[in-house]
């Protein structure tokens, strides 16, 4: 769930991103208020990345290795490192 959040916040960035360039928004057909400059939705976009892909990496959770334990050739359990 937590990654999923991450990658739509990524996403949200990417947009931001690609719409700081003129020829984009041309292409989309999307009008900037006049408050609103290239530079300012670049930066914006990049911070909104950064954080979508802080979030998906934060949400990783590593895996436990389970290693077996053997009493002489035959394995009686496993424990966790």
């Known amino acids: 769930m937590n990654k999923t959040i991450g990658y739509v916040i990524m ?10 360039y003129s020829k984009a928004r041309a292409l989309v057909g999307i009008n ?8 300012i939705l670049l930066i914006t ?11 998906v990496v ?3 959770q590593p895996q436990q290795k389970e290693v077996p334990i053997y009493e ?3 394995v009686v359990g496993y424990r966790r490192v």
């Open 11 to 20: 996403a949200v960035g990417l947009i931001a991103f690609g719409l700081s």
């Open 32 to 39: 900037l208020p006049s408050g609103i400059t290239d530079t």
């Open 45 to 55: 976009g990049l911070v909104v990345l950064a954080v979508g892909v802080f979030y």
């Open 58 to 60: 934060r949400s990783t």
């Open 72 to 74: 002489g050739k035959k």
